[in-house]
């Protein structure tokens, strides 16, 4: 939490001025990331054990994790045969029957410490009962008399540790710490606003909705006039993590130093965001129909009344005093391009120039495709640009140096320029740009975003994601941006089955891909890998199936598309098949984002437990985009619980809300993120699986003090 710039927290000591912090502890608290007292105040407990009552050794049950307290009666060191390796044992009594303990590999200071005598505290799982065992238990040595009140007798914390500082040694500094500068912990300052705590009273008014209040209500007492119960205070907070009275403590305290952390990021998130509105002024890219009119016309389709409703919100934005910052979201297939197009066109109609940016060249070359085909008869002439490609010789780009007249609107039609990130590359400066389209996968931080935008002079900006993103990132990584979402699909397109199979089931598959193809249908068939590797031979390449799958499904005609087929190639393989003179592609992930062929009814993976969910959702995007009943097919030998129930919920839904939830949960930020973003949000005691309550109840809470 930062604290008002003028006045230093004690806080920010340095750790050293805990007592019993010496140069050699700082420096094994360095390796922790404890550079602060307050670093070592909030450094979060990894688990608890209550000890006010020990299980006695006879009570021990079988894998199931206890601590004891005994002490040692025996203890040695056993070598090996033909092994440099020893193992040591050590067995307890506590009255109540024996327990042995064995540490595989000897430390040369263990007959020292678990000297016949001392009493220990042990925890861990027993892995037999004749005799008891615990293998590489984790121990705790009891000092009679010296801080009983902070080591037994309670509930006590066990904190990540490293070599040389044991659980003990971290748990008393921490209670000098606390002893120490508790008093120092004050409420988060934002400005001059009050703390969160104090504002906890005011979220029952608030326009969130029931479901969304504090969680922390469920374990406290509410006060008798039934309005929401106060949270702890911060201080009340850092001391009930580290030791609390009773094990539901923890979680209470957890969620108000969370909050305090989901205050900080929408606190920065938001500032930026007034701040940007208070330096930008927008570009007028309301549009008066005069194209929009004649495209929906001529699209073939009726826009699905979300489009419509999200087009609105758009042109609300393009006709508005600040320049548009949102986010479309939309499952697979919801028809986003559609609306972006609409979008694109309102800045046209205005004058201005558009920009549309694609994650790969494939996806340019297929937006460069419909807008063509969508723009052309409006006399709205389209640029193509990608590392590989200019659609003409200059590429239609004016680079804007500065000195030239600028070319007033009515001099130049606009058009829109469509590429790969090669677009915003240096020397990009479109005169009169107005929008800018961005469709992407969660790659682009916020700040990162911003400078591509800079480019030109505030131009609007339409973020489409690939996927549905999970609403606690929505709120984070996007938070920014403002958030339309596209929650229908289009009517009129055939249902996806998909299954689940073992490679044993692949005759049979491809029996059914031939049948398929055979009715007319086209399919895809996607592998892990482009080439095999040395390393993990278990795992399918495209360049090596390709001929088994040629031979399995000839006479239809199959093509390769992977990363290092040349651009134009990629090009030539993916007009073939939209004219289904390929019947089959056989590819890696390469398509996983956006390509249309309404044809497409198979989908099958091979490997499927090598990708993540998200991208398996959107693979399986591919197909089910025409009225034909379309196939997904997961092939996986997989046998472990955890990627069986992955894969299975793919089975189970087609909603990408959902997967993108799963996917969180069961893969961590940091995988969705990427390691530079999850790393700008680092939190202690936040969780961005778990904590959506609190990450809107902090953006509300902030909403409200600007
Ligand atoms: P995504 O949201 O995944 O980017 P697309 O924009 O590629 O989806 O749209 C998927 C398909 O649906 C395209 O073939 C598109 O032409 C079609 N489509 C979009 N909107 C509609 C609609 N309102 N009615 C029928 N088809 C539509
Ligand atoms: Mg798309």
Redo the contacts with the bound molecule.
């Keep these: 939490m930062s604290s008002p710039e003028n006045s230093v927290s004690p806080l920010a000591a340095p750790v050293s001025s805990v007592w019993g912090v010496g140069e050699e502890r700082a420096r094994l608290l360095a390796r922790l990331d404890i550079f602060t007292v307050e670093d070592l105040l909030l450094h979060k407990p990894r688990r608890y054990e209550d000890r006010r009552k020990f299980l006695p050794i006879r009570e021990l049950k079988l894998k199931e994790a206890a601590t004891v307290r005994g002490k040692v009666v025996a203890a040695g060191t056993q070598r090996f045969k033909k092994s440099t390796r020893a193992m040591f044992e050590c067995v307890f009594d506590d009255g109540s029957a024996l327990l042995h303990c064995r540490w595989w590999q000897a430390q040369p200071w263990m007959p020292d410490w678990y000297a016949v005598g001392r009493e220990f505290l042990i925890f861990g799982k027993p892995d037999s009962l004749k005799p008891r065992n615990m293998d590489h238990p984790e121990t705790e040595l009891v000092e009679p008399g010296d801080d009983e009140f902070i080591h037994v007798n309670r509930i006590v914390p066990v904190h990540p540790l490293t070599e040389g500082l044991t659980a003990r040694v971290m748990r008393s500094l921490i209670w000098r710490a606390l002893e120490k500068f508790e008093g120092e912990v004050l409420e988060p300052v934002l400005g001059t606003r009050p703390s969160p705590a104090a504002a906890t009273r005011l979220t029952r008014n608030a326009s969130i909705k029931e479901e969304d209040h504090l969680h922390l209500n469920l374990d406290m007492a509410a006060p008798d006039d039934g309005r929401a119960p106060l949270l702890p205070t911060r201080a009340n907070a850092v001391r009930m993590i580290h030791f609390p009275e009773e094990l539901t403590d923890v979680e209470i305290a957890r969620q108000r130093l969370a909050l305090d952390e989901f205050v900080e990021l929408q606190w920065q998130i938001q500032s930026r965001r007034k701040k940007f509105e208070a330096s930008a002024k927008a570009l007028p890219c309301g549009g008066d129909n005069h194209l929009m009119k004649p495209f929906l016309t001529q699209l073939g ?4 009344e979300a ?1 419509t409703k999200v087009l609105r919100e758009i042109r609300t934005d393009m006709g508005g005093m600040h320049p548009m910052r949102r986010l479309l979201q ?10 972006a197009a609409c979008t694109a066109l309102m800045a046209l109609e205005s004058g201005f120039n558009v920009a549309l940016m694609a994650p790969t060249e494939i996806l340019a070359e297929q937006h460069f495709r ?1 807008f063509e085909k969508w723009f052309a008869p409006l006399g709205v002439k389209v640029e193509m640009q990608t590392g590989s490609r200019k659609s003409s010789e200059n590429g239609g780009l004016k680079i804007d140096d500065g000195k030239r007249a600028r070319p007033s609107s009515l001099d130049l039609p606009s058009s829109i320029f469509i590429g790969t990130h090669a677009l915003f590359t240096a020397g990009f400066n479109l005169p009169k740009l107005g929008l800018v389209i961005v469709d992407e996968q969660h790659k682009f931080g916020v700040a990162q975003r911003e400078t591509l935008v800079r480019k030109g002079n505030y131009p609007h900006l339409l973020v ?1 994601t ?1 996927t549905p993103i999970p609403r606690t990132l929505g709120l984070t990584l996007y938070g920014d941006l403002d958030v339309s979402v ?1 929650d229908e699909l ?3 397109r055939g249902q996806i089955k998909t299954f689940l199979r073992t490679t044993e089931k692949l005759p049979k598959v491809f029996a059914f891909i031939r049948e398929k193809i055979a009715a007319g249908r086209q399919a895809y068939i996607v592998y892990p890998r482009a080439d095999v590797a040395d390393t993990d031979k278990d795992i399918k390449a495209v360049t090596k199936e390709f001929g088994n799958v040629k031979k399995a499904l000839s006479p239809f005609q199959a093509e390769l598309l992977h990363g290092r087929v040349k651009p134009s190639d990629k090009e030539a393989v993916m007009a073939d098949f939209r004219a289904n003179k390929i019947q089959v592609l056989v590819a890696t992930s390469l398509i996983e984002v ?1 390509v ?1 062929v ?1 044809n497409a009814s198979v989908m099958l993976i091979e490997n499927a437990e090598h990708f993540g969910l998200a991208q398996l959702h959107q693979l399986r ?1 591919r197909i089910g ?1 025409g009225a034909h009943e379309s196939f997904c097919i997961l092939i996986s030998d997989a046998r472990h619980d955890e990627a069986q129930s992955r894969l299975k919920i793919l089975e189970e839904t087609n909603d990408g809300f959902k997967i993108a939830e799963a996917d969180l949960r069961l893969r961590g930020p940091g995988e969705l993120l990427g390691q530079q973003q999850s790393g700008a949000m680092r939190l202690r005691f936040g969780n961005l699986v778990e904590d959506l309550g609190l990450i809107r109840q902090a953006k509300e809470w902030v909403a409200k003090r600007f």
């Design positions: 389709f009726k826009l699905t489009q939309g499952d697979v297939g919801s028809g986003k391009t559609a609306v419909n489409m690939a596209i289009p009517g009129g956006g249309d309404p995007g985009r």
